[in-house]
């Protein structure tokens, strides 16, 4: 029998070590093969994100996604589960189930996960409807493949389009009024005031609010649709909080038996606030004033009244405002340090948070920015997250969440 050389063995192990290294790189590759491609029924639109054309749709219709070359694994592994998600023109993230869900203004449903399952040839399809509270711009639609820690992934864009026809107007006009008073300037926590005329006597007149971005809010419940006086003049309001984003607004009424649809045009505006007192505040994470969403931000105030209550809120990219629960400054030190956890569903961008002492009424405004985050939203935490303990130790323990929905002057007290 013939005995191999060193060399030959060398040979051999190298050729073999080569053969190994080409089959990873090619598993590697094919890992990372993954598609997804969008069909949507109103051909192609820009889109900003990536400068190209991408599929586009108008708010209401539904999409179909196919996500294929996901499943890797041989039995008795299985189909590969998916999951998959949606980013959004200003930079939210939200998972398909979730993005269902939103309510057009605080937008903060539960980013539940839900792993869908492919065909034994590694395809999905999925239909996706586009509800009138998505805005408008360019969405990424991402499926994360999950039976190989996330080596399968990949993403398509597709761009939600202004959509629908004017229809008839017949003689019908609208105008909207702030105090009885023409105008095409209102300001958050004022009444708008709109008036319909020219109707089918009786006939039920539906009112709706498209936002700056395209984002359609409906009026208060019980007043969607309001029925036409007998000579066919309607009326009614709606009351601007903190919650909705400055810029310009459409209101629209529809006769639903005439079909007339009319719009009138105006701006929302922020309410005007100074800064005052020699009261400081400094909002940074460790390496800064500017992290990804899903980071925790501190935020130290300085100066106020020893154990007076500061009140907190936190205006957004879009100038919409959110409000926190109070906190209280040292009753010794008149200093106060709270924990901010931003999460996914919140929009990149330049963030204003205020602090306002109840008792010294100094006001004082810091700022920072959130960015885009490249994880996945696998296990978010429940909802944003406020710590107010003081100690930078302990992680964020309470819910972000309006903590006085119903009052619109909940946010300290800003000049007027």
């Known amino acids: 029998m013939r005995r191999l050389s060193l060399r030959s063995l060398f040979a051999v192990g190298f050729g073999t070590a080569l053969a190994l290294v080409l089959a990873l790189f090619t598993y590697g590759a094919a890992a990372s093969r993954a598609t997804v491609e969008i069909f949507t029924p109103q051909g192609q639109a820009q889109c900003a994100a990536t400068g190209a054309p991408a599929p586009a749709i108008f708010q209401t219709q539904t999409l179909l996604a196919r996500f294929d070359y996901y499943r890797v694994l041989e039995p008795p592994f299985g189909p590969e589960p998916i999951e998959v998600d949606i980013t959004f023109p200003d930079g939210r993230i939200f998972t398909v189930s979730a993005a269902q869900f939103l309510d057009g203004v605080i937008d903060m449903p539960t980013n539940v996960q839900f792993a869908r399952f492919t065909n034994n040839a590694g395809q999905l399809s999925l239909n996706i409807t586009i509800p009138g509270t998505w805005p408008y711009g360019c969405y990424r639609l991402t499926g994360r493949g999950l039976s190989v820690g996330g080596a399968h992934t990949a993403s398509a864009f597709f761009v939600v389009i202004p959509g629908g026809r004017p229809g008839?107007?017949?003689?019908?006009?609208?105008?909207?009024?702030?105090?009885?008073?023409?105008?095409?300037?209102?300001?958050?926590?004022?009444?708008?005031?709109?008036?319909?005329?020219?109707?089918?006597?009786?006939?039920?007149?539906?009112?709706?609010?498209?936002?700056p971005d395209g984002t359609v809010i409906n009026f208060p419940p019980g007043q969607q649709v309001v029925q036409a006086t007998p000579s066919g003049a309607v009326s009614t309001s709606f009351q601007f909080e903190g919650k909705n984003p400055v810029g310009r607004y459409t209101v629209t009424a529809l006769g639903n038996t005439s079909g007339f649809r009319v719009f009138a045009h105006f701006e929302l505006k922020s309410r005007p606030v100074t800064?005052?007192?020699?009261?400081?505040?400094?909002?940074?994470?460790?390496?800064?004033?500017?992290?990804?969403?899903?980071?925790?931000?501190?935020?130290?105030?300085?100066?106020?009244?020893?154990?007076?209550?500061?009140?907190?809120?936190?205006?957004?990219?879009?100038?919409?405002?959110?409000?926190?629960?109070?906190?209280?400054?040292?009753?010794?030190?008149?200093?106060?340090?709270?924990?901010?956890?931003?999460?996914?569903?919140?929009?990149?961008?330049?963030?204003?948070?205020?602090?306002?002492?109840?008792?010294?009424?100094?006001?004082?405004?810091?700022?920072?920015?959130?960015?885009?985050?490249?994880?996945?939203?696998?296990?978010?935490?429940?909802?944003?997250?406020?710590?107010?303990?003081?100690?930078?130790?302990?992680?964020?323990?309470?819910?972000?969440?309006?903590?006085?929905?119903?009052?619109?002057?909940?946010?300290g007290n800003p000049d007027e």
């Not at 009024?177 to 319909?196: F, H, R, S, W």
């Not at 931003?342 to 004082?364: H, I, M, N, W």
């Open 168 to 211: 008839p107007t017949g003689n019908a006009t609208l105008r909207t009024t702030l105090n009885g008073q023409e105008t095409n300037v209102l300001q958050q926590g004022q009444i708008l005031e709109v008036d319909g005329r020219n109707f089918l006597g009786g006939e039920l007149v539906s009112f709706w609010l498209t936002a």
């Open 275 to 411: 800064q005052r007192g020699p009261a400081r505040l400094a909002v940074v994470v460790p390496f800064g004033a500017e992290a990804p969403q899903r980071s925790i931000f501190y935020a130290n105030g300085d100066l106020f009244f020893p154990g007076e209550r500061v009140d907190l809120w936190l205006t957004m990219p879009d100038g919409s405002v959110r409000g926190f629960p109070s906190t209280f400054a040292d009753p010794v030190a008149g200093q106060f340090l709270v924990e901010l956890f931003l999460d996914e569903r919140l929009p990149v961008g330049f963030y204003q948070l205020t602090a306002q002492g109840a008792v010294s009424q100094q006001l004082v405004i810091a700022t920072f920015t959130l960015t885009q985050t490249a994880d996945t939203i696998a296990n978010p935490q429940p909802v944003p997250q406020i710590g107010l303990d003081n100690n930078p130790v302990t992680p964020p323990n309470l819910s972000f969440i309006d903590p006085n929905p119903a009052d619109i002057n909940e946010y």
